[in-house]
C-alpha cells in the first residue's frame, strides 16, 4: 500500500473514534462527507509535514558522516556546490536502471559531487561486491570499477566480481587482500548503522540539500535538483 494511502487510513480510523462537533445533529459531518473529508485531508498534510521535518531533523544530525566520511568513495567533481548522497546495492535493480541518468548529471553538470553510500543489504554477493569496491579505490580505479558492475546485466556471481576487477585493470590478488582490511568492514558497518539512523531499509535511496528524494528513483529529476539545491 503506498505511504500516503496508509497515512489516510491511519488518519481516517483516528478521526472515526473522536467525537465531532454536532455530529449527532449535523448531516454534513457524516463520514464521508466534504466536511469528513477536508478534516482527513488537512490531518493528513500535517502529519506528511511533521513526519518530513522528523527526518529532515535525523538528516541534520548525521550531516558529518553523509558529507565527510573520507571513507566514502566519492564521484564527480569532490568540490561541487551540490552534493547528492546515494546508498545503493550492486544488486539492485532499481539502482541499475537510475544509474545512467547518474552518469549522465555527472557529465552534463561538473559541479555535481556523489557521495556513494556501499549498503550491500540484498544477497551474499552484493557485500562481495561492496568490499571489492572499497578495495579498489585503493588502486584509484573505484570509478572504472562502479561504473562496469552498475553497467553489468545478469546474475551477480562471485566469478563476476572478480573477472569485473581483473577487466578495469585492478590487481586482483591485491584486491582479495585489500578487501579483508578491518577498515573496510568498519566502513560498511558504519554505512548500515547511518542508513538505520535515517530510517533507510531499501535502495536505492537519495538525500540532497538536507532532504531525502522520497519520489520514486524512476521519477526523480536529478538536474531538477540540483537546480533546486542551487537556488536555496
Do not use: W
Request: proline residues 5%; contains cysteine; positive net charge.
Amino acid at each position: 500500500m503506498p505511504a500516503l494511502a496508509i497515512r489516510t487510513s491511519i488518519a481516517a480510523a483516528i478521526l472515526a473514534l473522536l467525537p465531532l462537533p454536532g455530529v449527532a445533529a449535523a448531516e454534513g459531518t457524516r463520514s464521508g462527507s466534504p466536511e469528513q473529508q477536508r478534516i482527513e485531508d488537512a490531518y493528513t498534510v500535517r502529519l506528511q509535514a511533521a513526519q518530513e521535518k522528523a527526518q529532515d531533523q535525523r538528516i541534520a544530525a548525521q550531516a558529518k558522516a553523509l558529507l565527510s566520511d573520507s571513507a566514502s568513495p566519492v564521484l564527480g567533481n569532490p568540490k561541487g556546490d551540490v552534493t547528492i548522497v546515494e546508498f545503493f546495492d550492486y544488486t539492485c535493480p532499481y539502482c541499475k536502471a537510475v544509474e545512467p541518468r547518474l552518469q549522465k548529471l555527472l557529465k552534463d553538470d561538473r559541479n555535481v559531487k556523489i557521495v556513494v553510500k556501499e549498503f550491500p543489504i540484498l544477497t551474499p554477493e552484493s557485500l562481495i561486491a561492496a568490499k571489492v569496491a572499497l578495495a579498489s579505490q585503493k588502486q584509484g580505479k573505484y570509478l572504472q570499477y562502479h561504473q562496469a558492475l552498475m553497467n553489468f546485466k545478469g546474475r551477480l556471481a562471485n566469478d563476476v566480481i572478480f573477472d569485473t576487477a581483473k577487466s578495469v585493470g585492478l590487481d586482483v590478488d591485491r584486491v582479495r587482500k585489500d578487501m579483508e582490511a578491518p577498515e573496510i568492514t568498519d566502513e560498511i558497518i558504519a554505512n548500515f548503522n547511518l542508513a538505520r539512523s535515517l530510517r533507510i531499509f531499501q535502495t536505492p535511496a537519495f538525500i540532497s540539500g538536507g532532504h531525502m528524494l522520497d519520489s520514486t528513483s524512476a521519477n526523480i529529476d536529478f538536474t531538477r535538483v540540483a537546480a533546486s539545491v542551487r537556488g536555496k
